[in-house]
């Protein structure tokens, strides 16, 4: 039996947090596909998830030693990006799971790897800002070149939609910022 959950996550430790919950009741993540979780029966607590932001496309050369590596763990990696025609893309976001009998799982060891990865996602976080910021004023500014149409009042709203989608994004990117500034601090004290 499947069970099919529907969840948006801003902060993947909550999500990763989440996931090993479902797993601590019997529910073994399957596939992951756009805030889409399917979860299938198993035993109770038989594994743990952690979640990543590769540095490269999955495709690449470095990222496909490094899934390699993981596997060699025990680790095995969950379906995710299942588009519309049934085939999965990875995207740079992997949801990793290994048997809880295998002991305890973590991918970051030190303070540098993990800073490292924040930075990945606070970049991510920030492009998306950029992008929105961008295309939004352009838009907007559209409104002042064209001649008077329908077509500026839609560049108005799409330009302040994207302008707020950029500010939804700052405001997810800010407990990023400060856990790197916090974790960059700790590595200060420790040296």
Do not use: C
Request: hydrophobic share 45%; net charge positive.
């Amino acid at each position: 039996m499947s069970l099919v959950q529907r969840k948006f996550f801003s902060d993947f430790e909550k999500e990763e947090e989440w996931l090993n919950e479902m797993a601590a009741k019997g529910l073994a993540l399957s596939e992951y596909s756009w805030a889409r979780y399917v979860f299938e029966e198993s035993g109770k607590g038989e594994y743990i998830y952690r979640i990543e932001l590769l540095k490269e496309d999955p495709k690449g050369p470095e990222a496909a030693g490094y899934l390699q590596f993981m596997k060699e763990t025990g680790a095995e990696q969950v379906p995710t990006g299942k588009w519309f025609w049934g085939k999965y893309n990875n995207l740079r976001w992997v949801i990793f799971r290994r048997k809880a009998s295998e002991g305890a799982f973590t991918i970051y060891s030190d303070i540098d790897s993990k800073i490292s990865h924040y930075k990945r996602i606070y970049s991510l976080w920030m492009s998306m800002v950029v992008m929105g910021l961008v295309i939004g004023l352009f838009n907007i500014s559209l409104m002042f070149v064209n001649n008077p149409t329908a077509l500026n009042r839609i560049n108005l709203v799409l330009g302040l939609l994207l302008i707020a989608l950029s500010l939804f994004f700052i405001l997810i990117s800010r407990p990023i910022r400060q856990k790197i500034t916090k974790l960059q601090n700790d590595k200060l004290i420790r040296e």
